[in-house]
């Protein structure tokens, strides 16, 4: 959380590479009216609702992330929706004839998807500035950060079993120099226009 994924996707866009994002798929799988909102709300009730009667996601989360039971019940409805919508981008990505894609995923290591890809690519950050920028982007309490992170594989682990590790501890013009660096390591040229 707050390593700079989302940053280093939009850098690999930037570039001409396709990104799948984990966690646009589960925002649309959440949005007003779809089936992921419905099957939430109905499973775990009102209190998860805003008062336009929509999905109230912060509220969601603070549910789910003290209590393991209800995680792994949210886990269950919407794992399979993202795989199923990932596994049909992925589709169209290949038969538009992409050499290259990168899927922006939060869990990983945490859901155990290490064979679905054949490389990885890791973002870290020192911990100060993550949880800087997590109390600036979403609000993040200190007792949020550290509740989620618990859910979390350690950042030493994920370094050790990664493809490739980016490091995001300075500006916006080192961090474009570590994806190149990982671009090479991955023997990837810039993208061909289509």
Do not use: W
């Amino acid at each position: 959380m707050g390593s700079g994924k989302s940053t280093v996707a939009g850098l690999l866009r930037k570039l001409g590479y396709a990104v799948l994002d984990a966690d646009k798929t589960v925002h649309l799988i959440l949005s007003p009216g779809c089936t992921g909102e419905s099957e939430i709300i109905r499973t775990f009730g009102e209190s998860v609702r805003e008062t336009g009667g929509h999905l109230d996601r912060r509220a969601l989360g603070r549910l789910v992330f003290n209590d393991a039971k209800k995680l792994e019940t949210l886990e269950k409805i919407l794992h399979p929706l993202v795989r199923a919508s990932v596994a049909a981008e992925r589709s169209k990505l290949r038969t538009e004839g992409h050499a290259a894609a990168f899927y922006d995923v939060p869990l990983l290591f945490e859901k155990k998807m290490e064979a679905d890809f054949d490389a990885i690519l890791v973002v870290t950050a020192p911990e100060a500035a993550r949880r800087e920028r997590l109390a600036k982007r979403s609000q993040m309490t200190e007792a949020e950060f550290l509740e989620r992170s618990k859910h979390h594989v350690a950042v030493e682990q994920k370094m050790a079993r990664a493809s490739f590790v980016i490091h995001n501890s300075g500006d916006l013009a080192a961090l474009e120099a570590e994806v190149r660096k990982a671009l090479a390591f991955l023997k990837l040229g810039l993208p061909t226009p289509a």
